[in-house]
C-alpha cells in the first residue's frame, strides 16, 4: 500500500469526510452482487467492465482519505512541538517567579510603607520597589499570555486529534469497502475467464482499440521534467496493479503518475482528482510526451502520454503497466505539468 500515501461535526474537515464515506457507500451499493452462474454475453463483459470503474472509483476515494489522514498527523505532531516548546517556557516564567516570591519573603516580607520608614536610603528604596514592580507585572503579563496561548493550541489538538480520529474512521471504511471490491473483482475476472477464448479476446480488444485524432507534435516532450517522468514511467512496465500503491514494486493508477514525476523531481498530488489541476489544462490534439490524460467526467483514472496515440498506465488489478491507445476510454481533460 503506497504511503503518500489525510471530525468534529462543526469542522469543514468532517464535511469532506462524511462527502467521502457517502461516495464510498454509493459505490458499494453501486457494486451490487454479481451473478453466481451469468451466460457469457455482452452482459458479463459489462458488469466487468462496471466491477473495474467502480474499483478505481473506491481506490481513488481511499487515496484521498489516506492523505487527508497523513497531512492531519503532520499537523498534530507541529502542534504537540508547540505545545512542549511553551510549556517549557512557562515552566521557566514560574520558576523565576517562585524565586522571586522567596527572595522577597526571606527580606522580611515587610509592608511597604513600613519598608520605607526603615529604610536607609528611602529614594534608593524607592527606586528598586518601582523596578520590582515593573519586574513583577512584565512576568505576570507574559505568563497569562503564555497560558492563553497553551490553552489555544490544547484546544487546537484536540480538535485536530477528533479530526484525526475520524479520518481514520473514514479510512477503515474505505479498506473495508476495498475488500468488498476485490471481492467483486475476484468474482468478475472468474466471469470473464469462463467466457470463452475469442469472446475474452474480443472484450480485451475493445477496452484497447479506441484511437484518438491528434495533429500535434506528439513525440516531442513537453519540457525536460516530463521527458524524465516519461522514461521514469517506462520502466514501470510490467509491474503489477496494487491498490493505493505508488511504487516502486506496484502501482495504481494516479500511484504511478505520481512516482513518475518524482522521479524528475515533481512532487504531484497522490489522486487523480488533484492531478487533473496539476497544470494547464491543454486540448487532447495538442498532448505531448509527459502530458497527464485523465478519463471519465469523474476523473478517477489518470494515465501518461507518451506519443504516437499511446499512454502508459496501471489499468485495472489484474494487468500490468502497460501501453494502451489514449482513447481507450472517454477523456475528460488533458495535463500539462
Not at 477528533?162 to 474505505?174: F, H, P, T, Y
Not at 467466457?195 to 500535434?216: C, I
Request: glycine share 8%.
Amino acid at each position: 500500500m503506497g504511503s503518500h500515501r489525510r471530525i468534529a461535526p462543526s469542522s469543514g474537515s468532517d464535511r469532506g469526510a462524511v462527502v467521502a464515506l457517502g461516495l464510498l457507500s454509493a459505490a458499494a451499493t453501486a457494486l451490487g452482487a454479481v451473478p453466481a452462474a451469468a451466460t457469457p454475453s455482452a452482459d458479463t463483459r459489462a458488469e466487468v467492465d462496471r466491477l473495474y470503474r467502480e474499483a478505481e472509483k473506491a481506490t481513488e476515494a481511499y487515496n484521498a482519505a489516506d492523505e487527508r489522514a497523513d497531512a492531519l498527523r503532520r499537523r498534530i505532531a507541529h502542534a504537540q512541538d508547540r505545545i512542549a516548546r511553551q510549556q517549557e517556557h512557562v515552566n521557566t516564567m514560574r520558576e523565576s517567579l517562585g524565586a522571586l516570591a522567596g527572595a522577597q519573603y526571606r527580606s522580611g516580607g515587610y509592608d511597604p510603607s513600613l519598608a520605607l520608614l526603615l529604610a536607609e536610603d528611602p529614594d534608593d528604596y524607592l527606586d528598586k520597589a518601582s523596578v520590582l514592580d515593573r519586574i513583577t507585572l512584565h512576568q505576570a503579563g507574559e505568563l497569562k499570555r503564555l497560558r492563553g496561548a497553551l490553552r489555544s493550541l490544547a484546544q487546537d489538538r484536540a480538535e485536530t486529534a477528533g479530526e484525526l480520529g475520524a479520518l481514520d474512521r473514514n479510512r477503515r471504511a474505505a479498506a473495508a469497502h476495498k475488500r468488498t471490491v476485490e471481492h467483486k473483482l475476484a468474482q468478475a475476472r472468474r466471469l470473464l475467464n469462463s467466457l470463452p477464448a475469442g469472446e475474452r479476446a474480443a472484450w480485451d480488444r475493445a477496452s484497447r482499440s479506441a484511437r484518438a485524432d491528434l495533429t500535434g507534435p506528439g513525440g516531442v516532450p513537453a519540457s525536460a521534467r516530463a521527458a524524465a517522468a516519461v522514461a521514469a514511467a517506462r520502466t514501470a512496465l510490467g509491474k503489477p496493479y496494487v491498490w493505493g500503491a505508488n511504487g516502486p514494486s506496484g502501482f495504481d493508477c494516479s500511484g504511478l503518475t505520481q512516482w513518475s514525476y518524482a522521479q524528475a523531481g515533481v512532487a504531484l498530488p497522490r489522486t487523480s482528482q488533484a492531478q487533473r489541476y496539476a497544470g494547464r489544462q491543454i486540448p487532447l490534439s495538442e498532448a505531448r510526451p509527459g502530458d497527464l490524460v485523465v478519463y471519465r467526467s469523474d476523473a478517477s483514472h489518470v494515465g501518461m502520454y507518451v506519443g504516437n496515440g499511446q499512454v502508459i498506465h496501471a489499468p485495472y488489478p489484474g494487468a500490468p503497466v502497460r501501453y494502451d491507445p489514449v482513447g481507450m476510454m472517454p477523456v475528460s481533460s488533458v495535463t500539462r505539468v
